[in-house]
C-alpha cells in the first residue's frame, strides 16, 4: 500500500506533537553537501556526515529510545541555524544539546570545546588542560573523533600542537573547508 505524502507528513507531525517520538531526524542540504541532522525534545542530538538515515537509526535508538522517526520539524531549528552558518551570518550557536549516553570526561571536553571562539583554533593539550586533564590530549582527541555533533560542536577548530591539521570525520578537506569559511586559516 502506498501512502500520499500529505496524509505521512501529516502522520509524522501529529506523532511529534503528541510526543510520541523519542528523536526526530532529516538530512539537511548545506553547501558542504548533505547531513544527516537528529533532535530530540532535550535537544540537538547529532549531526553526521553520513546522510544515509538506514546507518544511523540503531545509533539514535540507542541515545533516547526505540521511537525514531523522520521529521523535518524536529531539526528546523537546527536548520535554520546551519544554514546561517554557512551563509556567514552566525557564529554562534544557539541551541540546546542532547548529551545523554554519553561520559561525563565527554561532556566536559565537549563543552569545553564548545567555548572555542568563531575562527579560532585550539588544540588537543589545550583542551585537555582546560578539563584539568593535562596530560590527556590523546583522550580529547578521542572525544573529538566520536563528536556525535560535529560543526556545532567545533572540533574542525581543534588541531595538533605543531599547527598540524589532524583528523577529521569529515575528512580534512572538509576540516579546510570550515577552517576557512571561519577565516581561521
Known amino acids: 500500500m502506498t501512502v500520499s505524502s500529505d496524509l505521512d507528513r501529516r502522520f509524522r ?4 506533537a503528541l510526543d510520541l517520538v523519542d528523536m526526530g531526524f532529516d538530512v539537511v ?18 549531526i553526521s556526515f553520513e546522510a544515509d538515515p ?26 535554520r ?3 546561517e552558518y554557512f551563509a556567514g551570518r552566525r557564529r554562534v550557536f544557539d541551541l540546546a544539546l542532547d548529551l545523554r ?5 565527554t561532556v566536559s571536553v565537549l563543552h569545553e570545546l564548545a567555548r572555542v571562539p568563531f575562527g579560532e583554533t585550539t588544540t588537543y593539550g589545550a583542551l585537555a588542560a582546560a578539563v584539568g586533564r593535562p596530560r590527556a590530549a ?12 560535529p560543526i556545532v560542536l567545533p ?3 581543534v588541531i595538533g600542537s605543531g599547527g598540524d591539521l589532524v583528523g577529521y570525520a569529515g575528512g580534512l578537506d572538509l576540516k579546510i573547508t570550515l577552517l576557512e569559511l571561519e577565516g581561521a586559516r
Not at 548545506?30 to 535537544?43: D, H
Not at 544511523?56 to 525514531?68: F, Y
Open 13 to 16: 507531525e501529529a506523532a511529534v
Open 29 to 46: 542540504d548545506t553547501p558542504i553537501g548533505q547531513l544527516f541532522v537528529a533532535a530530540s525534545t532535550r535537544g540537538l542530538a547529532a
Open 54 to 79: 538506514d546507518n544511523q537509526l540503531e545509533r539514535l535508538a540507542r541515545i533516547a529510545g526505540p521511537a525514531v522517526l523522520r521529521s523535518p520539524k524536529s531539526v528546523d531549528a537546527a536548520r
Open 81 to 83: 541555524e546551519l544554514d
Open 101 to 105: 549516553a554519553l561520559p561525563q570526561f
Open 138 to 149: 590523546r583522550a580529547v582527541g578521542t572525544v573529538m573523533n566520536r563528536n556525535r555533533i
Open 155 to 157: 572540533c574542525h577548530r
